[in-house]
């Protein structure tokens, strides 16, 4: 083997290779290759720079303080590629970013700052999002949350992940950033408080008490047949009436309403802000106090956060689907609705443990429920009379006068016939039953099908098996039931694939 390399005057590299295994081998013939200079290209160079940065560590992978420093670098930068790369990282980050990519994010960027505001993949809107977050780009705090508002608003229809993420965040945005308004304001702006649930929970009033209360319960009253039948508002004034009485309870017996859902406040706990998100803290803070709500406090001391963060009760879900039910199920028995439900509460549950620890018990609970229930319907149906002081002479001597009328001495007694249209009373008053069982209709109404389904779940075997056999999807064969369900008895039966616990019973007789 033998090999030779020389340059000639021309700017060309002549490459000599020779290979001789035997005496026969044939020799090589020469190669030409040009030397081609790359054309200069200034935004590939600005890449280049950018990743430099990172020259102390090029493999770094969510590193915030390099995302910090590379995103200061590219702050003012702007693009107009006319291409498209796809990109999906977690933890969108520059470094690990290819050419076409980075092109294909400042030009999307450039457009939203000018004010064309185009959805984007989840992984380039996070990366934008985690600019804002970090002061890239805007001019104040207050310039970079409307920013944020308009990339939600922007992206959450082709990217819903983004409401799992953006209403945490904000909340942190306005304890990180001093913003002249309060984040109580910030919310009822923009009307954000389904997101915070756990916030105004215990800020309510007549007209939103059942809907927070039921962001947060395991039973859903809005897919109730009572409440669909006209009864939102009766339901909703009820359940403001029984949380009053709640309090007043809870302030009798020495403990705050708070308590049946607050498990603790743990203090003094260390705080990051934007958790989730690629942040640096690169802000220098004042010491200060940011007060969310009466039990949720953060405080900046030499720079660094604490907080004071509730605990919410394990089964908080629970005991608020049993508050809300049991509510219902007292106001359907109150009007005589024509279908009644069942509401039960664990006596593990840890708001009932709660109870028993400050001297009550969840029967106790229940009966304030009812009577509270009963006192609310009492109020709404009774009459008022009012009367007119100036009429009752009048009505005095008109009622004398009918008086004299009706009076019949013996004899005219013996003597008078009964009048000519007179009807003889009955002498019993039979009121038909004008509503046929509910039950029975519905299991005329279930085809074989569905009843030997409703027995297969009853036996605990599995329905998604039987469903297949039957050729039907699980999903429509549960929908046909509680379809027919709703017809019959006024109501669900089914969740998903499993039999509500107050129907068992019925279903079980129904299905035998």
């Given at each position: ?153 922007a992206c959450r229809e082709s990217e819903p992940t983004l409401d799992d993420y953006i209403p945490r965040w904000l909340k942190d ?58 009864n939102e508002s009766l339901l909703r004034d009820c359940f403001y009436s029984v949380l009053l009485n709640i309090r007043e309870f ?263």
């Amino acid at each position: 083997m033998g090999d030779m390399v020389k340059f000639d005057e021309s700017g060309f590299a002549e490459i000599e290779y020779e290979f001789k295994p035997n005496a026969d081998a044939q020799k090589i013939a020469p190669v030409n290759l040009p030397i081609v200079e790359r054309a200069l290209d200034p935004i590939r160079e600005k890449f280049y720079a950018m990743r430099n940065l990172a020259s102390g560590n090029p493999f770094a992978r969510n590193d915030a303080a390099l995302f910090y420093k590379q995103a200061k670098f590219m702050e003012d930068f702007s693009d107009d590629f006319d291409g498209h790369a796809a990109f999906s990282m977690y933890f969108p980050y520059y470094q690990h970013m290819g050419y076409d990519q980075l092109r294909t994010y400042f030009t999307w960027r450039t457009k939203i700052r000018s004010g064309e505001m185009l959805p984007a993949s989840l992984s380039y809107a996070f990366l934008y999002i985690y600019e804002l977050l970090s002061g890239i780009g805007v001019d104040n705090p207050e310039d970079g949350l409307d920013k944020l508002m308009a990339v939600w608003s922007a992206c959450r229809e082709s990217e819903p992940t983004l409401d799992d993420y953006i209403p945490r965040w904000l909340k942190d945005y306005h304890i990180y950033y001093n913003l002249p308004h309060s984040f109580t304001d910030f919310v009822s702006e923009y009307n954000l408080q389904s997101h915070y649930a756990d916030l105004f929970l215990f800020d309510f009033d007549a007209e939103n008490c059942l809907t927070r209360f039921n962001d947060i319960s395991g039973y859903d009253v809005t897919k109730s047949k009572f409440y669909s039948d006209g009864n939102e508002s009766l339901l909703r004034d009820c359940f403001y009436s029984v949380l009053l009485n709640i309090r007043e309870f809870a302030a009798s017996r020495n403990f705050q309403f708070e308590d049946l859902f607050i498990f603790r406040v743990w203090s003094g706990v260390h705080w990051h802000p934007f958790r989730r998100a690629l942040f640096y803290p690169w802000l220098q803070q004042p010491d200060r106090r940011v007060e969310i709500s009466a039990t949720e406090i953060y405080y900046c001391n030499g720079n660094s956060w604490t907080a004071d963060i509730p605990v919410h009760h394990s089964g908080r879900r629970e005991f608020v689907g049993y508050l809300i039910k049991k509510t219902e199920s007292c106001l359907r028995q109150a009007v005589k609705y024509k279908f009644n439900i069942t509401a039960s509460l664990s006596n593990e549950n840890q708001a009932a443990l709660k109870l028993k620890e400050l001297g009550s018990t969840l029967t106790d609970f229940a009966q304030l429920i009812e009577q509270s229930v009963a006192q609310f319907h009492a109020e709404m149906t009774r009459t008022v009379v009012t009367v007119d002081h100036s009429n009752l002479a009048r009505i005095r001597e008109e009622a004398l006068g009918t008086q004299d009328k009706l009076i019949v001495t013996e004899e005219d007694s013996a003597t008078a016939a009964p009048p000519q249209n007179a009807m003889p009373l009955p002498s019993q008053s039979v009121e038909p039953d004008l509503l046929s069982d509910g039950w029975s209709s519905l299991k005329s109404a279930l085809s074989a099908t569905e009843r030997n389904a409703l027995a297969i779940i009853l036996q605990g075997t599995d329905i998604k098996a039987f469903a297949d056999e039957n050729g039907v999807m699980l999903e429509v064969l549960a929908d046909g039931i509680n379809e027919k369900a709703v017809d019959c008895i006024g109501d669900n039966i089914l969740d998903d694939s499993i039999i509500y616990d107050e129907y068992l019973e019925k279903v079980t007789e129904m299905v035998e």
